[in-house]
């Protein structure tokens, strides 16, 4: 028996490009057979539609509505649905689970973290940290940055990416890395779940709440690319045509690391 999760989802309720509220989604995953999703909107720094200059809790309180819209739609109807938020920095975004909606009220502080400060207090904090499609390049987005000692986990195939390569190489980099993998829709628009375009990640046991769904994540309970729900063939290429803007790696201080990116992948985890 395995469990099917969504892992990354957006509401128009704070996501600026999102169309869909929390609640619609729910009879969609319902129909596609998953047991829950987790909700995460873009967060302070990505594409909120939120005004950055609300005082700190009225500002969480407002980032929660589309993730409590969908879990009182889901409670009604049986889908769990778990908290998370999307963070972005220079083009590179994380998705961060486990902390909730309390936590955040406590520490204002979030809004400035570095990736380095991200990681150590999710770390603390019993959350995971995932790269969320990491090798997604846009016009808009100069260098593709890595932090590997930064994560815990990988999103290695995203319905979101206009290249598969992309996700290739993101399963290329996790294996590398030897961190956890993970899959999401990155859904945005109903018309998306109409379409069937679901990804998500199967998990043996059935998580209780956000914390623990965040936990399994980080403990690689998605045990490889046979519990990713994606569309079929999408892991199939190497991806070594995928990367056609300039990379930088960062090490645990956020500072670059002088290497190409094809050695690094060869050479192994040792940055
Ligand atoms: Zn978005
Ligand atoms: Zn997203």
């Keep these: 028996m395995a469990y099917l999760y969504e892992t990354h989802l957006h509401t128009c309720q704070s996501s600026a490009c999102a169309s869909a509220a929390g609640?619609?989604?729910?009879p969609y995953y319902l129909d596609a057979g998953y047991s829950g999703i987790v909700v995460t909107d873009?967060?302070?720094?990505?594409?909120?539609t939120l005004d950055p200059y609300l005082p700190w809790r009225a500002w969480v309180r407002e980032f929660c509505r589309g993730y409590e819209d969908a879990r009182e739609e889901g409670a009604r109807r049986g889908l769990d649905v778990f908290f998370g938020w999307e963070e972005t920095f220079e083009g590179d975004d994380y998705l961060v689970y486990g902390l909730d909606k309390e936590w955040l009220l406590e520490h204002p502080e979030v809004r400035r973290w570095t990736r380095r400060e991200q990681y150590q207090a999710v770390q603390a904090a019993g959350g995971c940290v995932v790269h969320a499609h990491p090798f997604r390049q846009h016009d808009y987005i100069e260098e593709v940055c890595l932090a590997p000692r930064l994560i815990d986990a990988v999103e290695v195939a995203n319905a979101g990416n206009r290249e598969q390569g992309y996700d290739a190489l993101a399963l290329r980099y996790a294996?590398?890395?030897g961190l956890p993998l993970s899959a999401g829709s990155?859904?945005?628009h109903i018309e998306q779940a109409e379409?069937?375009?679901l990804y998500g990640v199967y998990l043996r046991e059935k998580p209780e709440n956000s914390a623990a769904f965040a936990a399994m994540i980080k403990a690689g309970e998605v045990r490889g690319t046979a519990d990713l729900r994606i569309e079929a063939g999408r892991l199939e290429s190497r991806g070594d045509e995928a990367l056609h803007t300039p990379l930088k790696i960062l090490?645990?201080?956020e500072q670059p690391i002088s290497r190409n990116f094809w050695d690094f992948l060869r050479a192994g985890t040792n940055t």
């Design 175 to 177: 294996e590398k890395l």
């Design 23 to 26: 609640r619609e989604y729910i």
């Design 251 to 253: 090490d645990e201080t």
């Design 195 to 197: 379409a069937g375009e």
């Design 186 to 188: 990155d859904i945005h």
């Design 42 to 48: 873009h967060f302070f720094r990505g594409n909120s």
